[in-house]
C-alpha cells in the first residue's frame, strides 16, 4: 500500500517537475533541456540503487554496466531484427534484471560483506566496459553508434509539441511510476523484508525471511529498472558511447547522489540527483579534476554527512514543531 503521505510528496513533485521541460525551452533553451533529462535520467538510477544498497546492503558498483547491457540489448536486438526499440526495451531490462538477480544470488549464497560484493559488482563494472569496448564488430567500439530507436516523433507530430520536450515527460513518466512503485515497495511485507534482512541477516532467517530470495528480488529490481533507464538515456543523448556508462560517469555520481538526499527516503534520490547534477555542471569547468572533486565529496558525505538533506531537513523541521507546541503550552499546562 502506499501511504497519504506518499502520495502527497509524490504529487506535489510531479506538480514541481511537470512545468520544468516548458519553462527551460521557452528561451530556446535546448541545453538546459538535456541538463533536465540527465537529472530525470539520474534521479530513476539513484531510486534504483536505494533499493538494493540502502535497504539490503548490496552495494552495486557495476550500474554503468546494467545499462550499457539494457541498452546495448535493446538496440542490437532491434537492429537485427528491423523492429522498434520499444519492443525489445523488456529485453533489455530482462538482461539487466538477471545479471543482478545472478550476482545477489551468489553474493547471498556466498555469505559475502558489503565490502567483498562492492569489490565483484566493480570488476564486472570494468570488464563489461572494456567488452563493449573491444567487440567493436558488434558495438561500434570506443566510437559508438547513433541511436534513435525510442524517438517519440510521431507522438509529437500528433499531439503538436516539441519531440525532445515529449521525450522529458516520457522520462519524468518513469521516475514517478519509479516513485510510486517504491513508495509501494517499502509499505509492503517485501519492505518490511528488506529492513528485517538489513538490520540482521541472521535474525531475518529465524524468524522465517528467506534472505537469499529477498536478495535476490531486490537486486532484480533494482538491475531490471537500471536496465530500462539505459536505452532511455541513450536516446536522450542519441548516441550510445561505452564512455556513457564507465564507472565514473554513472556509478559514482548516483553513490554521491544517494548519501546527499538521504538513502532510504522517497524524495531523498531526486533530492541528491538535481543537486549533484548542478554541482557537475560547475565542475565541468575543472576537466580531468571533476572525478577527484567528486571523490573527495563522497568522503566527506560519509564522514560527516550521514544522514542526508531529506532526513537532517526533516529532524530540522520536526524540531521546529516541537519547539513551536512547547512554546504554546502555558506554565500551568
Not at 504529487?11 to 516548458?22: C, N, S
Not at 567500439?141 to 520536450?165: K, Q
Amino acid at each position: 500500500m502506499i501511504t497519504r503521505g506518499d502520495v502527497t510528496r509524490i504529487g506535489a513533485l510531479a506538480l514541481l517537475l511537470l512545468p520544468l521541460p516548458l519553462l527551460v525551452t521557452a528561451g530556446g533553451g535546448t541545453y538546459q533541456l538535456r541538463i533536465v533529462s540527465l537529472f530525470l535520467v539520474f534521479a530513476t538510477l539513484t531510486v534504483a540503487l536505494n533499493v538494493a544498497f540502502a535497504h539490503t546492503d548490496q552495494l552495486f558498483l557495476f550500474l554503468g554496466a546494467l545499462a550499457g547491457i539494457g541498452t546495448y540489448t535493446t538496440a542490437l536486438i532491434a537492429d537485427a531484427a528491423g523492429i522498434s526499440a520499444w519492443a525489445t526495451l523488456p529485453l533489455g531490462a530482462l538482461a539487466a534484471g538477471a545479471l543482478g538477480a545472478t550476482v545477489s544470488y551468489v553474493a547471498a549464497r556466498r555469505g559475502m560483506t558489503v565490502i567483498v560484493l562492492a569489490i565483484l559488482t566493480l570488476s564486472l563494472q570494468l570488464a563489461a566496459v572494456e567488452t563493449f569496448v573491444g567487440a567493436r564488430e558488434v558495438t561500434g567500439g570506443s566510437t559508438g553508434f547513433p541511436f534513435d530507436g525510442l524517438s517519440v516523433a510521431p507522438l509529437a507530430a500528433a499531439v503538436g509539441i516539441d519531440e525532445r520536450i515529449l521525450f522529458t515527460y516520457v522520462l519524468l513518466g518513469v521516475l514517478l511510476t519509479s516513485l510510486v512503485g517504491y513508495a509501494w515497495l517499502r509499505n509492503s511485507r517485501w519492505g518490511a523484508a528488506f529492513d528485517a534482512v538489513r538490520q540482521d541477516p541472521v535474525a531475518a532467517e529465524a524468524a522465517g525471511i528467506d534472505v537469499v530470495r529477498t536478495k535476490v528480488f531486490a537486486g532484480a529490481l533494482a538491475a531490471g529498472t537500471v536496465g530500462v533507464v539505459g536505452p532511455l538515456y541513450a536516446q536522450a543523448e542519441r548516441y550510445v558511447l561505452p564512455s556513457m556508462f564507465e564507472f565514473q560517469a554513472i556509478d559514482v555520481l548516483v553513490l554521491v547522489m544517494l548519501v546527499l538526499g538521504g538513502s532510504r527516503t522517497l524524495l531523498g534520490p531526486v533530492v541528491g540527483a538535481g543537486a549533484i547534477v548542478l554541482l557537475d555542471e560547475f565542475l565541468g569547468e575543472i576537466g580531468q579534476w571533476r572525478t577527484a572533486a567528486l571523490g573527495v565529496l563522497l568522503v566527506v558525505l560519509f564522514l560527516y554527512f550521514r544522514q542526508g538533506i531529506v532526513p537532517k531537513a526533516r529532524a530540522l523541521y520536526d524540531g521546529y514543531r516541537s519547539d513551536g507546541a512547547a512554546s504554546d503550552v502555558s506554565p500551568d499546562g
